[in-house]
Protein backbone atom coordinates (compact mmCIF):
# COMPACT_ATOMS: atom_id res chain seq x y z
CA UNK A 1 0.00 0.00 0.00
CA UNK A 2 1.57 3.33 -0.84
CA UNK A 3 -1.04 5.51 1.12
CA UNK A 4 0.88 4.02 4.67
CA UNK A 5 4.29 6.07 3.52
CA UNK A 6 2.09 9.14 2.73
CA UNK A 7 -0.09 8.86 5.85
CA UNK A 8 3.87 8.42 7.85
CA UNK A 9 5.30 11.14 5.60
CA UNK A 10 2.89 13.45 6.84
CA UNK A 11 2.83 12.82 9.86
CA UNK A 12 6.47 13.06 10.48
CA UNK A 13 6.66 16.49 8.79
CA UNK A 14 3.82 18.01 11.03
CA UNK A 15 5.61 16.47 13.93
CA UNK A 16 8.88 18.12 13.05
CA UNK A 17 6.77 21.62 12.52
CA UNK A 18 5.57 21.55 15.72
CA UNK A 19 8.42 20.62 17.88
CA UNK A 20 10.54 23.46 15.60
CA UNK A 21 8.07 25.54 17.29
CA UNK A 22 8.64 24.97 20.51
CA UNK A 23 12.22 24.78 20.26
CA UNK A 24 12.97 28.49 22.35
CA UNK A 25 16.45 28.28 22.24
CA UNK A 26 16.46 28.41 18.24
CA UNK A 27 15.44 32.36 19.17
CA UNK A 28 18.08 33.22 21.54
CA UNK A 29 21.17 35.07 20.32
CA UNK A 30 24.74 34.83 21.19
CA UNK A 31 24.89 35.69 25.15
CA UNK A 32 21.50 33.61 25.50
CA UNK A 33 19.07 36.09 25.62
CA UNK A 34 15.88 36.53 24.09
CA UNK A 35 14.97 39.21 21.34
CA UNK A 36 12.93 41.38 23.56
CA UNK A 37 8.96 41.60 21.97
CA UNK A 38 7.93 43.80 19.18
CA UNK A 39 6.35 47.23 20.30
CA UNK A 40 2.97 47.64 19.45
CA UNK A 41 3.21 50.37 16.25
CA UNK A 42 3.34 53.73 18.05
CA UNK A 43 0.68 56.35 18.16
CA UNK A 44 0.93 60.10 17.81
CA UNK A 45 -0.47 62.09 20.80
CA UNK A 46 -3.03 63.64 18.84
CA UNK A 47 -3.99 60.31 18.07
CA UNK A 48 -5.79 57.72 20.01
CA UNK A 49 -4.97 54.05 19.65
CA UNK A 50 -7.78 52.01 18.03
CA UNK A 51 -9.51 50.07 20.22
CA UNK A 52 -12.57 49.21 18.40
CA UNK A 53 -14.80 51.33 20.64
CA UNK A 54 -15.89 54.91 19.40
CA UNK A 55 -14.29 57.67 21.05
CA UNK A 56 -15.03 59.03 23.90
CA UNK A 57 -16.75 62.27 23.54
CA UNK A 58 -15.00 65.44 25.74
CA UNK A 59 -17.83 67.60 27.82
CA UNK A 60 -18.26 70.44 26.50
CA UNK A 61 -17.30 73.90 27.54
CA UNK A 62 -20.14 75.75 28.96
CA UNK A 63 -21.34 78.94 26.66
CA UNK A 64 -21.63 81.15 29.98
CA UNK A 65 -18.13 81.89 31.72
CA UNK A 66 -18.07 83.90 35.16
CA UNK A 67 -16.07 87.03 34.72
CA UNK A 68 -16.64 88.41 38.72
CA UNK A 69 -17.92 87.28 42.35
CA UNK A 70 -18.78 90.33 44.16
CA UNK A 71 -20.45 90.27 47.87
CA UNK A 72 -22.66 92.29 49.99
CA UNK A 73 -25.66 92.93 51.99
CA UNK A 74 -27.92 94.17 49.24
CA UNK A 75 -28.16 95.32 45.38
CA UNK A 76 -29.28 98.11 43.75
CA UNK A 77 -32.06 97.91 40.65
CA UNK A 78 -29.19 97.33 38.34
CA UNK A 79 -28.22 94.30 40.61
CA UNK A 80 -24.79 95.23 41.02
CA UNK A 81 -23.51 95.27 45.01
CA UNK A 82 -24.00 99.02 46.46
CA UNK A 83 -21.70 98.44 49.31
CA UNK A 84 -19.20 95.21 47.80
CA UNK A 85 -17.85 93.76 51.51
CA UNK A 86 -16.05 90.15 52.41
CA UNK A 87 -17.04 91.24 56.54
CA UNK A 88 -20.66 90.02 57.69
CA UNK A 89 -22.46 90.83 60.90
CA UNK A 90 -24.28 87.69 62.42
CA UNK A 91 -27.97 88.43 60.97
CA UNK A 92 -26.90 90.21 57.69
CA UNK A 93 -28.18 88.67 54.26
CA UNK A 94 -25.25 87.78 52.10
CA UNK A 95 -25.91 88.72 48.56
CA UNK A 96 -24.04 86.88 45.70
CA UNK A 97 -23.25 89.04 43.02
CA UNK A 98 -22.37 86.66 39.83
CA UNK A 99 -21.49 88.62 36.71
CA UNK A 100 -21.22 86.47 33.49
CA UNK A 101 -20.80 86.53 29.86
CA UNK A 102 -21.80 84.76 26.61
CA UNK A 103 -24.86 83.16 25.54
CA UNK A 104 -26.97 79.94 26.34
CA UNK A 105 -30.25 78.92 27.24
CA UNK A 106 -31.01 77.04 30.39
CA UNK A 107 -27.67 77.12 32.04
CA UNK A 108 -27.55 76.25 35.35
CA UNK A 109 -25.76 78.83 37.88
CA UNK A 110 -25.44 77.73 41.45
CA UNK A 111 -23.96 79.41 44.65
CA UNK A 112 -22.90 76.81 47.70
CA UNK A 113 -21.82 78.82 51.03
CA UNK A 114 -19.55 76.16 52.83
CA UNK A 115 -18.38 77.45 56.27
CA UNK A 116 -14.59 76.90 57.55
CA UNK A 117 -15.42 73.52 59.11
CA UNK A 118 -16.80 71.80 55.30
CA UNK A 119 -20.52 72.28 56.40
CA UNK A 120 -23.02 73.67 53.57
CA UNK A 121 -24.26 76.65 54.92
CA UNK A 122 -26.39 77.07 52.21
CA UNK A 123 -26.93 76.33 48.41
CA UNK A 124 -29.01 78.03 45.44
CA UNK A 125 -29.48 77.89 41.79
CA UNK A 126 -31.21 79.58 39.33
CA UNK A 127 -31.30 78.68 35.63
CA UNK A 128 -30.04 81.45 32.87
CA UNK A 129 -31.13 82.02 29.85
CA UNK A 130 -28.37 84.88 28.23
CA UNK A 131 -27.58 86.43 25.06
CA UNK A 132 -24.75 88.29 26.85
CA UNK A 133 -23.21 89.99 29.61
CA UNK A 134 -25.81 89.85 32.58
CA UNK A 135 -25.83 89.92 36.84
CA UNK A 136 -27.42 87.71 38.61
CA UNK A 137 -27.87 87.54 42.28
CA UNK A 138 -28.53 85.04 44.74
CA UNK A 139 -29.33 85.55 48.32
CA UNK A 140 -28.26 84.08 51.99
CA UNK A 141 -30.27 84.20 54.61
CA UNK A 142 -30.31 82.82 58.10
CA UNK A 143 -33.29 82.36 60.38
CA UNK A 144 -30.98 82.51 63.21
CA UNK A 145 -27.80 84.34 63.32
CA UNK A 146 -24.41 82.81 61.01
CA UNK A 147 -22.51 81.53 63.15
CA UNK A 148 -19.07 83.96 63.23
CA UNK A 149 -16.35 82.38 61.02
CA UNK A 150 -14.92 82.20 57.89
CA UNK A 151 -17.40 81.03 54.84
CA UNK A 152 -16.62 80.39 51.43
CA UNK A 153 -18.76 80.85 48.38
CA UNK A 154 -18.45 78.59 45.17
CA UNK A 155 -20.03 79.37 42.08
CA UNK A 156 -20.65 76.34 39.59
CA UNK A 157 -22.18 77.19 35.77
CA UNK A 158 -23.68 73.52 35.30
CA UNK A 159 -22.29 72.00 38.25
CA UNK A 160 -18.96 72.57 37.35
CA UNK A 161 -16.97 75.02 39.79
CA UNK A 162 -16.67 78.12 37.94
CA UNK A 163 -15.10 80.67 40.78
CA UNK A 164 -14.63 80.91 44.52
CA UNK A 165 -14.34 83.57 47.00
CA UNK A 166 -14.36 83.84 50.83
CA UNK A 167 -16.03 85.99 53.37
CA UNK A 168 -15.84 86.42 57.26
CA UNK A 169 -18.94 86.78 59.53
CA UNK A 170 -18.08 88.67 63.13
Known amino acids: MTL ?4 LTLAAALAATALAGCNRDANRDHAGELPPATAPAATSPMTPPDTGMPPATRAPETAV ?35 TDGAASNVELGARLVYQDGQVAGEERQ ?3 TTGSETTNITFNNANDWPAGTYTVEVTVDGARADSTSFTVR
Open 127 to 129: TLN
Open 65 to 99: NVTSVTLGTRAGADRSISNPTTTFAAGDPVVVSVR
Open 4 to 7: KPLH
